[in-house]
């Protein structure tokens, strides 16, 4: 930690951070392939996954994305809706969730760090991933952008989320994937930031993150916790 800074708390971001989201949305993608009624199915199922994929990556609302494949792939769900609610239902199964990150959020509360999630998107969706992994028995609070009326990286839900736990911004370590949402948005309240960086180079004009890591499980020695 930098020279005169005491981290006392660690707010983590949820998809792609503490769960394998993307890998989760592309088993559950290649999942349909598989199952879903076969007449008018693309031809390819790599070439499937990877273009529902690049539309998940960019960041388009689930009517969007559903209704792209259903002009794609006309029949595979009955309508829009039906599709959402099986992307509801079956994506936090299709996640994956580290032993060495849940190890590190066991450590943590030993440990006596305060520890929150703070994830941006709908109440249904979240919840269902962060119970479905337990994750309300390893942290102490779980915030979401739906239910507070805000999202990353609007410094208000940064401050919902350190009031949950009653930290200060100045010895709190925000840990996420996004650069903006995630890094820029913690760091302009005064937060450490590190950035699960996922092979990526930083890209963006904004100033780096205190670090840059592999896994949220490096939390551990960012924190100088012993192995």
Known sequence: MPSGRQTTAVLFDLDDTLIDRAGGFARMCGHWYRTLPVAGRPPD?????????????????????????????????????AAIDCHRTQLAPCTAFDPRTRALLLRLRREGFATAVLTNG???????KVQHWGLPDLVDAIVVSEEIGAAKPDPAIFRHALGAISADPTSTLFVGDRPVADVCGARRLGMLTAWIHHGRDWEITEPPPDYAISGAWEVGGLLGLSP
């Open 45 to 81: 199922e790599e070439q499937f996954v990877e273009r529902m994929a690049a539309w998940d990556r960019d960041g388009l609302p689930k009517h969007e994305i559903y209704g792209n494949l259903l002009r794609w792939w006309p029949g595979c769900f009955a309508s829009i809706d």
């Open 122 to 128: 709908t109440a249904a969706s979240q919840r269902s």
